[in-house]
T-cell receptor, first 111, second 113 residues
Framework: GENVEQHPSTLSVQEGDSAVIKCTYSDSASNYFPWYKQELGKGPQLIIDIRSNVGEKKDQRIAVTLNKTAKHFSLHITETQPEDSAVYFC??????????FGKGNQVVVIP | SQTIHQWPATLVQPVGSPLSLECTVEGTSNPNLYWYRQAAGRGLQLLFYSVGIGQISSEVPQNLSASRPQDRQFILSSKKLLLSDSGFYLCAHQGPGGNTEAFFGQGTRLTVV
């Protein structure tokens, strides 16, 4: 199977600063890497994803980078705002129909 | 549009009692369906997944079972709950090809007392 490690477990940033969350994966056959945001008491929601045929993808203040050789990928949030406070999960697709999730990262944006 | 319904939102059950959590999907056909459990600090653990009616795969041995009686219905069950079954249970669906966006339900907070 696939093993996904996510660091750090918690991250506090000042409003307006950038936040970076890093993940590593073990299965070199994985080719789909989504990031999810989970607000308290709700199910996770996809915020951005990347496939192995690209190295970087951006969507407004959010970007994801992928290094297939090193088997790691990162989420970058710029100009953080209080509403960015949430738990963020990285995941890697495996077996063509499953996702292995990291343990999550609690991001706190301090006003 | 695709929607996923999961109920109940919260549930308190005594040890040894049965469990039935239901999940239904709208707006898509032949989805892959999933049950995850989320424990504090441990991320999302895949419990079961299904690629079609009556087809259930289990990722981890446990006190739970799953069934898919209809294309867009996925049920998580237990005959006798244990204290360790407490957690936040999430149903999700993906397109039939896999490796696509997973849509999650709002979750069920189960407390076994």
């Amino acid at each position: 199977g696939e093993n996904v490690e996510q660091h750090p477990s918690t991250l506090s940033v000042q409003e307006g600063d950038s936040a970076v969350i890093k993940c590593t994966y073990s299965d070199s056959a994985s080719n789909y890497f989504p990031w999810y945001k989970q607000e308290l008491g709700k199910g996770p929601q996809l915020i951005i994803d990347i496939r192995s045929n690209v190295g970087e993808k951006k969507d407004q203040r959010i970007a994801v980078t992928l290094n297939k050789t090193a088997k790691h990928f990162s989420l970058h949030i710029t100009e953080t705002q209080p509403e960015d406070s949430a738990v963020y999960f990285c995941a890697a697709g495996y077996g063509n129909n499953r996702l292995a999730f990291g343990k999550g990262n609690q991001v706190v944006v301090i006003p | 549009s695709q929607t996923i319904h999961q109920w109940p939102a919260t549930l308190v059950q005594p040890v040894g009692s049965p469990l039935s959590l239901e999940c239904t999907v709208e707006g898509t056909s032949n989805p892959n369906l999933y049950w995850y459990r989320q424990a504090a600090g441990r991320g999302l653990q895949l419990l079961f997944y299904s690629v079609g009616i009556g087809q259930i795969s289990s990722e981890v041995p446990q006190n739970l079972s799953a069934s898919r009686p209809q294309d867009r219905q996925f049920i998580l069950s237990s005959k006798k709950l244990l204290l360790s079954d407490s957690g936040f249970y999430l149903c999700a669906h993906q397109g039939p090809g896999g490796n696509t966006e997973a849509f999650f339900g709002q979750g069920t907070r189960l407390t076994v007392v």
